[in-house]
């Protein structure tokens, strides 16, 4: 079965807010996928969703085409979640070898360690006295220990410190090649276009964008021709001119998107607007991801 997940229609309100509203989309097995999106945007509560942590208000939801409720389907799935808590009194090794014991065909507890870069003090360590980083890797070990088909991340990095990072992309690499089906949210869009080959660009619980991190930034990160002027200097007599997608001034600079960045430095020129410090700036997704997230831009 290619399928691993599919969302239909899916809206999820709560009393005073509608956190999600009416999204679909669907996963091929193999797929790593970003969520990405501005605090708010609904990515958690999606998350739970597809966990089956939280009920849709209305929509369907399907994992490896069933519940997410069912056996077959919850040990097929590894999950990482933003808090979790872990049973006191016990030891990492104690909780892991638990654990592991719960799924048909776990990993090895060596591959765990490693994998996670779990240390023997850690696996020594009992649970109530673990630090922020070891909790973290405890977490991360409890979320590979059945060697899940399908890997789901809910801001996996938050709180990891550099190495912690590199060592978590890596592992999430090794598993993506291994042909295992990954998502994750993030609002690190380095994180997104580094690490997965299709993001799902969340803003107020609907999906804005859909695509590789390529298309998304081809897709709406124009280049931009910006340069700093008069304050007080009309720039009405630019107005007309096809080449320019649009203009606004921000912090004093004055921006130009536009395909055509030489046309728009011959028109700053010809057209005398004493435009001095010109800068172009090619699209980049941090760029794409203002552009998508943001409504207001404030006009010239
Ligand atoms: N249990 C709840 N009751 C009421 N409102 C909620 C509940 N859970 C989430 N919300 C609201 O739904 C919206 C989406 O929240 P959600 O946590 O899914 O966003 P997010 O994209 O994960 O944000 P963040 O990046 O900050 O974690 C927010 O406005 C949030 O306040």
């Known amino acids: 079965m290619n399928e691993i997940l599919r969302l239909e229609n899916v809206t999820k309100s709560f009393k005073y807010k509608t956190a999600v509203n ?14 990405l999106g501005p605090n708010g ?57 638990l654990i592991r014991s719960y799924y048909p065909e776990p990993l090895p507890l060596k591959d765990l360690v490693n994998l996670t870069g779990l240390t023997e003090q850690d696996l020594k360590t009992r649970t109530e006295k673990l630090s922020g980083g070891q909790k973290r890797r405890l977490n991360f070990a409890l979320a590979l220990a059945g060697n899940p088909e399908l890997m789901i991340f809910d801001e996996p990095t938050v709180g990891m410190d550099i190495t912690s990072r590199q060592r978590f992309w890596q592992t999430i690499n090794t598993f993506a090649n291994q ?33 590789t991190p390529q298309q998304i930034k ?18 009405e007599i630019l107005y007309h001119h096809s080449e320019i997608e649009q203009i606004f001034r921000k912090n004093n600079r004055v921006y130009i998107y536009s395909d055509h960045t030489d046309k728009i430095l011959e028109l700053l020129f010809q057209e ?29």
């Open 22 to 35: 009416n999204i679909s989309f669907s996963m091929k097995k193999g797929e790593v996928t970003a969520i």
């Open 41 to 97: 945007a609904g990515k958690t509560t999606t998350i739970s969703m597809i966990l089956g942590l939280l009920k849709p208000t209305t929509g369907d939801i399907k994992l490896f085409n069933s519940q997410s409720q069912e056996l077959h389907v919850r040990q097929k799935i590894g999950t990482m979640l933003q808090e979790v808590s872990v049973m006191p009194g016990l030891t990492i090794n104690e909780i892991l070898v």
């Open 179 to 211: 042909g295992k089906t990954i998502i994750f949210s993030t609002h690190y869009l380095q994180e997104a276009d580094d690490n997965a080959q299709r993001i799902l660009l969340f803003k107020d619980g609907s999906i804005v964008a859909d695509g």
């Open 218 to 235: 081809s897709r709406i990160s124009k280049k931009a021709v910006s340069f700093l002027t008069d304050p007080e200097k009309s720039l």
């Open 272 to 300: 005398k607007i004493g435009a001095h410090d010109i800068q172009i700036e090619s699209g980049n997704l941090e760029e794409a991801f203002r552009q998508l997230t943001s409504e207001n831009k404030e006009a010239i």
